[in-house]
Each structure stands twice: as structure tokens, then as C-alpha cells.
């Protein structure tokens, strides 16, 4: 073989080493930037304000691990964390039983019209949240929610079922409808075919489901903001970041510690629920 030939031969796997090299670093880049704050807020939440003040990005040369006890006590952080929990839990379990059943009945049940229904309710999705708020809040006075946990609850419900029923849905769609038909000529009525035969199947969807759902209701901020100032009683954790204030001004070391124990259970859940988060997204590309 020539040498033209083969450096024509080499070139495409020249060409290929440099991109994975390349795609590497740019990975280790984007991660390096994602998790540096997180080790930042981490190290700010054991300094006191002189050290954070003298030596921002060091060490600390003391963990003072008190200050988490002084954010969930002092700064109120266990009461919030309490109503986030009862909100987000409650939101996430609801919307995935309704979503799944709707889901369902849109794929296998032979609704007239189900595509539109579904292009439909995707595209409430679209609306920006800002500009309901005022009606919204209007709405939850009159049905007397305000004041109340429910306040929360139905409005993320209301969010989250549009997307949760899309992604249901385009996974219901590769079940092959002669696994129902089977299910059905043994005696199983539709609720058990749904229960026992179809659910176990998707449990991608549930993982993704529950994971963006958790992420976006535990860390939205606007209108947890506007529900709590009918009542202090329903304050969640990101709101409650800003009531976080000491007699002299910003505690850093106890803020720092009540964003690292807003961030744990989210990432709690994302490992938990990795393997199959990413094989449902996956899935849901290559058969949607």
C-alpha cells in the first residue's frame, strides 16, 4: 500500500481520536462548571461570616457543622422543609396516578380525537406561568384554597399532568395492544390490566415522570412566593431562602447550609432514579 493510500486510511481515525478527545474535555469542562458550585456552597456552609469574608474560596479551617443545626431551627428551615416535602410528595404521587390513567386511556382505549387532546394539553405548556398568576390566585381565594397547602398542590398538579401525560403516553404506544387483548381474554377487566400488566412495563416513564416533576415543583419559586403571602403557614424551602436573615444582616455559613439541604434530596432523587431517568429518555426518542 502506498503511503498517499495510507494516510487517506489513517485520517478518518485521526479524525475521529481528535473529536472523542475533544468531546472529553469539553465534557469535563461543562461538569467541572456544574459542580463547582455545589463544592463551593458545600465549603461556605462550615465558615462563620469573618472567615467567609477573609478566605471565600478556601477551606474552612473549622467545620463548623452547628450551622446546619442553626438554619433548620433558628432560620426556620424545618418548617419549610416540611411543607415543601407534604407539597412536592403529594403533587408528584397525584399527578403520576392521573397522568398514567389518562396516558393510558389516550393510547389504548380508542379515544376519538387522542392525538389532539394530547396536542392540546401540550400546548397549555407553553403559556407562560407569570401571566395566569393574577386569575390564578383570584381562582384559589374563591374555591377557599388560599392560605392553604392545597393552594400549592393543585396548581403544580395542574403543570406537571400536561408533560407527564405526553411522556405516558408515547410509552403506551410501543405496548403492543395483542399483551392487552391477552390480558383481557384471562378475565382481567381494564383497572387490572392497567395495574398488573401494563404499568410494570413502563417503569422508565414513572422514573422520568417523577424525577422532572420533583426537580420543578421543589425548587419553583414564583408562585410559592405569591401563595405564601396569603399565609406565612405554607412557606417552602426556596421561598423560605429569603426570610433567612440574622439580626445583623446575612448569616452566610447557615444560608449556605439551608441551599445544600434545598439540593440533597434533589439529587438524592436524580441517583436514585438515574438508570432509569436517562433509559426513559432515551426510550422515549427512539420509539415516540
Known amino acids: 500500500m502506498s503511503s498517499k493510500a495510507k494516510n487517506k486510511a489513517a485520517s478518518p481515525f485521526a479524525s475521529s481520536k481528535l473529536m472523542t478527545i475533544i468531546s472529553r474535555v469539553l465534557t469535563i469542562i461543562v461538569s467541572l462548571t456544574v459542580i463547582y458550585p455545589i463544592i463551593f456552597v458545600f465549603l461556605v456552609s462550615f465558615k462563620d461570616n469573618a472567615e467567609f469574608f477573609a478566605n471565600v474560596f478556601g477551606l474552612p479551617e473549622v467545620w463548623r457543622w452547628y450551622n446546619y443545626v442553626t438554619a433548620w431551627v433558628d432560620g426556620g428551615i424545618g418548617r419549610f422543609a416540611v411543607n415543601s416535602v407534604i407539597v412536592t410528595v403529594t403533587s408528584v404521587v397525584v399527578t403520576g396516578v392521573m397522568s398514567a390513567l389518562a396516558g393510558y386511556a389516550l393510547s389504548k382505549l380508542h379515544i ?59 410509552f403506551f404506544d410501543t405496548i403492543p395492544q395483542g399483551l392487552i387483548e391477552a ?106
Open 112 to 170: 376519538p380525537k387522542a392525538d389532539l387532546i394530547l396536542g392540546i394539553l401540550v400546548g397549555l405548556n407553553f403559556i407562560p406561568g407569570i401571566s395566569i398568576f393574577i386569575s390564578l390566585f383570584r381562582q384559589m381565594i374563591a374555591m377557599g384554597l388560599s392560605g392553604t397547602r392545597w393552594m400549592l398542590i393543585w396548581t403544580y398538579i395542574a403543570w406537571s399532568i400536561p408533560f407527564s401525560i405526553f411522556i405516558y403516553k408515547k
Open 183 to 288: 390480558a383481557r381474554v384471562d378475565g382481567s377487566n381494564e383497572l387490572q390490566t392497567f395495574l398488573r400488566v401494563i404499568l410494570p412495563l413502563v417503569h422508565p416513564a414513572t422514573a422520568t415522570v417523577m424525577v422532572f416533576n420533583f426537580i420543578g415543583i421543589w425548587g419553583e419559586f414564583m408562585w410559592a412566593n405569591i401563595a405564601s403571602s396569603a399565609s406565612t403557614a405554607i412557606i417552602t424551602l426556596p421561598v423560605g431562602l429569603l426570610f433567612f436573615r440574622g439580626e445583623f444582616g446575612i448569616q452566610w455559613g447557615p444560608f449556605a447550609a439551608a441551599i445544600v439541604i434545598i439540593v440533597v434530596p434533589l439529587m438524592a432523587v436524580f441517583i436514585y432514579f438515574q438508570r432509569y431517568f436517562i433509559q426513559g429518555l432515551t426510550a422515549g426518542s427512539v420509539k415516540g
